[in-house]
């Protein structure tokens, strides 16, 4: 049920998925012709949003892919030590993967490392956002961390974007804490199941902190965003 409401205010986590990274590939102008590594692939849903002759290569973690996602990528890897040749790829896309990893700072590294010179990248990565797909959740990072992992790599940051004001970050951990511990609550049948009975402000959660959100404007928003999203390119 939850799957068809993924973009919709009735689901908890609506403030993600409305500003998922999948839907801004784009912002790497993908052309024929080029080879596109997504670290991170999950599922491969990327690959259903590429032009046609673009080579898609998909790594992922095998702790983490093929056990969490049942991914069936190009090739396991991880994204602290990609198993390419330097300057081997056009494009590289990491999205929520990088909080994951023990050594962020040396996957940018890497990235440059194998983005021919021109080359784009495609970064998010969560801020406001619970632990998830522990144990392998090791850290959130803040845009001063971004930049600098950038800058020591050799990375230009062309776009940097915010995703969330902090009156929507605050929305999504409310809703999540209700879904998560009311699911529990019923899973194990403890007396916390009684915030199911909760589970139906969600959808006036989200849509109050959108409108109070819009009427905030550029006001207090900046110090809890949802997550970050970045584009880099290799001069």
Known sequence: MLLSLRKTPFHPQWFVLRNSAYDDIDLVQPRQGDRLLDIGCGRSVLQRKLPSMVEYISLDYPDT?????????????TAEQLPFPDASIDIAVCLEVVEHLEDPKRAFVEIGRVLKPGGRALLSVPFA????????????????????????????????????????????????????????????????????????????????????ARLASDCGGRFLPTGYQLVLSKE
């Open 65 to 77: 892919g093929a056990e969490l996602y049942q991914s069936s990528p190009s090739i396991f890897g």
């Open 129 to 212: 956002y619970p632990i998830h797909d522990a144990p392998h959740d090791f850290q959130r990072l803040t845009e001063y961390q971004l930049h600098r992992f950038a800058s020591d790599s050799k990375l230009v940051v062309t776009q940097f974007k915010e995703t969330g004001h902090a009156i929507e970050s605050a929305a999504l951990l409310m809703n999540l804490a209700i879904a998560k511990t009311a699911l529990d609550g019923i899973r194990h049948h403890h007396p916390a199941a009684f915030l199911v009975l909760f589970m139906p402000l969600i959808p006036f959660l989200n849509i109050g902190a959108w409108l109070l």
